[in-house]
């Protein structure tokens, strides 16, 4: 089983848009694959159980079927750092948790299993440990969603470095462009391409509605599960 991390360079970048693509992708390309959502905040109560939209997307994208629990087994009502609303809920997390859940519970049979993170790479989990801790935790590999905004080089720049620090392999990058419009996107991407020490993955286009079905048609799965 292969197994992949999705962070991006900040919140609110369609990190989620382009990790239900890749899962996606994966699929179409005949992977089995599942996406999966360790911690989410900003659940909301159906039928009795927290259910966060994030990890429903990627649930839908994924051939292969996990009840929700697997998929998201840390789901926090309030919509603020995971951390904060952990505390405020009396929830533990951490990153032996988070392990211990998905060695016991994911299926042999999966060909890649796309992890997404919340945020960016050191969202705090609790006090001590952020996502790094969970990813380092795995052994996972990691693809890193550039939100192709103002500021986007140095958040990409940090991350980068970031995740090198940490001494796993960085897969490579997306460019997804969440706003409709962006001053000098080419030069700014051509400056990331420059500059990020690792292969650009898939450049995904603003879209109003995002189709995972559509965001998978842009991004190279081929370099990824390879």
Same mark, same amino acid.
């Given at each position: 089983?292969?197994?992949?991390?999705?962070?991006?360079?900040?919140?609110?970048?369609?990190?989620? $848009?382009?990790?239900?693509?890749?899962?996606?992708?994966?699929?179409?390309?005949? &992977?089995? #694959?599942?996406?999966?959502?360790? %911690? *989410?905040?900003?659940?909301?109560?159906?039928?009795?159980?927290?259910?966060?939209?994030?990890?429903?997307?990627?649930?839908?994208?994924?051939?292969?079927?996990?009840?929700?629990?697997?998929?998201?087994?840390?789901?926090?009502?309030?919509?603020?750092?995971?951390?904060?609303?952990?505390?405020?809920?009396?929830?533990?997390?951490?990153?032996?948790?988070?392990?211990?859940?998905?060695?016991?519970?994911?299926?042999?049979?999966?060909?890649?299993? $796309?992890?997404?993170?919340?945020?960016?790479?050191?969202?705090?989990?609790?006090? &001590?440990? #952020?996502?790094?801790?969970?990813? %380092? *935790?795995?052994?996972?590999?990691?693809?890193?969603?550039?939100?192709?905004?103002?500021?986007?080089?140095?958040?990409?720049?940090?991350?980068?470095?970031?995740?090198?620090?940490?001494?796993?392999?960085?897969?490579?990058?997306?460019?997804?462009?969440?706003?409709?419009?962006?001053?000098?996107?080419?030069?700014?991407?051509?400056?990331?391409?420059?500059?990020?020490?690792?292969?650009?993955?898939?450049?995904?286009?603003?879209?109003?509605?995002?189709?995972?079905?559509?965001?998978?048609?842009?991004?190279?799965?081929?370099?990824?599960?390879?």
């Amino acid at each position: 089983m292969k197994r992949i991390f999705i962070t991006g360079t900040d919140t609110e970048i369609g990190k989620t $848009v382009v990790a239900s693509g890749l899962v996606k992708a994966s699929v179409n390309a005949g &992977y089995r #694959t599942s996406g999966l959502k360790p %911690v *989410a905040a900003g659940c909301e109560t159906i039928d009795g159980e927290l259910v966060n939209d994030d990890a429903r997307q990627l649930m839908l994208a994924s051939n292969v079927e996990l009840d929700y629990k697997t998929v998201n087994p840390i789901a926090l009502e309030p919509a603020i750092a995971p951390h904060i609303a952990a505390k405020q809920t009396g929830v533990s997390i951490s990153s032996k948790i988070l392990k211990t859940h998905y060695e016991h519970n994911l299926p042999e049979e999966l060909d890649l299993a $796309v992890f997404e993170g919340a945020g960016g790479w050191f969202v705090p989990l609790n006090d &001590y440990e #952020t996502f790094q801790d969970f990813a %380092v *935790a795995m052994n996972l590999e990691v693809v890193l969603v550039v939100g192709m905004k103002l500021g986007c080089i140095n958040h990409a720049l940090l991350s980068v470095s970031a995740i090198k620090s940490s001494g796993l392999n960085l897969l490579g990058w997306i460019a997804n462009f969440p706003q409709a419009a962006m001053d000098v996107a080419e030069e700014n991407l051509e400056t990331l391409m420059q500059r990020i020490d690792g292969p650009l993955l898939g450049v995904v286009p603003h879209m109003a509605q995002p189709d995972a079905d559509e965001v998978a048609k842009h991004i190279n799965i081929k370099a990824i599960v390879s």
